[in-house]
Structure formats: structure tokens, C-alpha cells
């Protein structure tokens, strides 16, 4: 009984824990049928949020009014320009970012266009200003915008340029700077007080794919970090004096920030429940706001807060250290492929002493497996005395039959939290690593790192002491190697380098505990000899 519970049960434990991880992976996150562009047109443009404000206003009660639906950007011209080595930005005559261009190569498209981070048929857009009352906010997406400069060009200074229109005997006044590191400060003045609702615009739907999180993202008062997904959005959840609010996809974000006041934040949803952000207005506010890749040294130089709108999920504690020592070792080695052998190296490193407790359990469970043979048959029917005398014959020789699964258990939140890093940093996006390795961030396109993975895996197998009576768990375990190499197939090429290194690393470690083993046997079987 003891003995199926340490060598049997333990590897199924991991066997079942891994292959429904993949299982999971692959029926929930791994995108089967990609909304078309007219299905996202149909879910987005036409249902406006009814957005209301936080419960802390007190004389704010009704819903702010719905966009009206010719404000889809096909329709709109566009009345300022702003271009930068990095970037390019639209600004529509309803002073709304309209248009987001990257510029730089690692960005581009597949057939080399720029990449467009702001989706036309997608509204909101960034910086949309929505009144409450109904009549004003239909005047407000009636008239045109005017701005006092067509084309800013950055240079290493911001610049700036200012967003006029006017409603009736109200006029709204957006004063801009733009920085050449993508980010941007507003000072929003209206002439009169009016009761408004301002947004970072719908999240860019670049990379929307189930692979990381994608929705909304509000860091609160506290500094906790909520997020709401697409498709989670309840559409009356309120936050007080949230410093950040940012809508994301796996790589890219449009975020508003204010570290000294904060916002009043509603999340509002559209018909397929997806999080909408709203900042409640002031008749004079200040804040700021970016447009752009979620790039760790990116947002780091902006604002060393901002990087909190990198989610990394439930292990985050875990994952974010990790990736500022995969950046550290990517500092040193000048390639993030090398950086991710370098750190798995380095972890294994750090757990050496658990899994090399767990090779020595395992082996001695496989010598004891005779006479636990013996105790089975002497003690056929009488459980309770075979798991007595076993559990004695264990302590007698320093066995530990559940002594595996603290080394696979001290691995799993870490495999999670690699995964996590290495499938939301943006960093690894078009960095190659040797020969065929041209994008760690994509699947490996000629299948060598999945099979490289499956083959090591298959060899630690090998050399890894069992002692199976189950034929149908022993079969199990044989086609374990072939079911991990098709679920990695479509991994990021980063995490499989990261699992065939792991794997690598298994079968040093399991050949020298091996050895030490067959040493000892020679030793024991020289010393018996001697005696006679």
C-alpha cells in the first residue's frame, strides 16, 4: 500500500497534474475560432456603455449618454498629427486618439506595415470625452474639434498642442504634451461645469488570443491590482481614487495614470462583456496617459509604477522577480535565448538539493522493492500490519516514499510563473536565439525545440528509477514524452527552450545520483567479498 502511495501514486499525481495543465491549455487558452473584424464591429460599435458614476458623488445618479453610432472612426477626419521615432498618432475631429501607429521594425507586420494599435471598428477610442446630459453629449459628437497645430514632430523634447470645441455656451479645452516615449500629459478644462466621463479608450486588439489576459486592469488606492477579462465585466464596478487604469491584451496597452489625486473609475461593459474604462471628470484636471508596448524598460523609464500593467496573474510574487533576473541575465548575455538557459540553469541550481533528495528516495524505494514484495505476500490481507512493518522497513533505511513530491510540488508554481513571464514579455518578441530560433515569443516553426523537449523527456524516463505493478500506469508514463511534445508544438519557443534545458538538466542530475548508486552496490558487493 505505502509502496504505491511513493513511487506510483507520486508519479501519477505529476503525471495527472501536468498533462491537465496541458489538457487546460490547450482547450482554453490555445484561440480555436478568431472573432472576424465585422463580428468585433458588431459587438463594439453599435452597443455604447451606459456608464454610471461612482457611488461617492452624490449628486451623480443618472447614466452617462451613449456615443452615437456615427462616431465610428471610418467616418471621421482627422485634424492633428503627431510623429515620433517610435510611434505615430491620429487625432479625429472629436479629439480622440484614433489612430496608433509603431514604428519600429520588431513591431511590424507580417507583411511589413506598420502595426496599428488602436482598432477602427472598436470604440471607445483614448482620450473620448461622454457627458451625462444626453443633449450636450450628442452636440459634443456633432462638432468638430479644433486643434491648434496639424503635425507635431518629436524630437528628444515633448511637445505640445491644444483640442478646442465648443458646446453652446460650454467650451472644452484639451491641452496636450506628447513625450517621445510614447506617453502623454493632459490638462482637460471645461468653461463651465458639466457632469463628463473621459476614457483610455477599448483595449488595443493586437494580440487578443486566450493565450494571456486581456481586459481591463485597475490599480486601486491600496496599490492591489484588479483585473476584469473580456467577458467578466459586470459593468457597475466602481474604484475611488485609482491611481491607474489601463486596458490591455497580451502585449500592448492604453492606460491612464494620476499618482497624486487618482481617479474615480466606473468599468463599464459592452454586449459581450468586456471591461470599458471610464475616469469621472473634473471641470479642471491634470493627468497622464500611454499608448504602446507593456516594454518593462519602457514603462520603467516613464514611471516605475506604470509596470504594474504587466500581469503576470496569481504568481505574480514569483513571476515579476523572475523576469527582472531574466533581464538581468539578458544584460549579461546580450541575448534573451541564452538569458532563459542561464536562468533555468541557475533555478535548478537553487532546487539541486529538493530534487536530488527525491532521485536518492527514488532509488532506494527500488532497492527496497524485493523485499516490500516480501511484506506484500507475508502480510497478504492484514493492510494494517503490511503498512506497519513497510513504514519500519522504510525508516530502517532511510526512505522517504513520499520524499518525490516535494521537489515536483516546489517546481510547479515556479514552471507557472516562468510560463506566465515568458508568454506576456513583449521583450521576447522578435528575438532570436541560434540558427532556426528567430522569434522566442512564437511557436518553433520547424518543430526542433518540441521534439528536442519530448526526446530528452523520454530519455530521463529512461534512466529513472520505477517500480510500476500497474501495467496501465507504466503505459501511462511511456506515452507521457509523446503527449508533452504535441501540446508543446504550439509553445512559445522561449518556454520549450526553457523545459528542454529543465529536462537537460534532469538527466545530468539523475545519471550522477545513478552512478552513486551503482557505487555504493560495488562498494557493498567488495566489502562482502573481503569478509569471506
Known sequence: MIDKLSMQH???IATVLSFAFFVGYDYFFIPKNVPTQTEVAQSTSTQAPQVETPSSAPNDTSSASVAPASSASSDLAYIATVKGEHFELKIDRLGRIS???LSDTKFKNADASRLQLIDEALEPKPLEVRFKDSAINNEAFAID???DVETLSLGDAPQSLTLTQTLGQTTLTKHITFYPQGHYDVKLELSSPQDFFITPGFRPNVVADNFTFHGVLIKEADETITVIGDGDAKGDDRFIDAPMVAAVDRYYTTLLYDFNEGFDVVVSNDKDKSGILFVKGKPSMSFSGYIG?????ILNGIDARLTDAIEYGWFTFIAKPLFLFLSYLYGIFGNWGWAIVAMTILIRLVLYPLTYKGMVSMNKLKELAPKVKELQAKYKGEPQKLNTHMMELYKKHGANPMGGCLPILMQIPIF????????NAIELKGAAWIFWVEDLAAMDPYYILPILMGATMFFHQRITPTNFTDPMQEKIMKFLPLIFTF???TFPAGLTLYWFINNLFSIGQQYYV?????KKKEDQKALKEEKK
Not at 293 to 297: T, V
Open 145 to 147: 474639434y479644433v486643434s
Open 487 to 489: 501540446f508543446f508544438v
Open 293 to 297: 508596448p507593456k516594454d518593462y524598460e
Open 416 to 423: 507557472f510563473a516562468i510560463y506566465r513571464v515568458l508568454s
Open 99 to 101: 489612430q496608433y501607429y
Open 10 to 12: 507520486r508519479v501519477l
Open 514 to 518: 545513478n552512478r552513486l548508486f551503482a
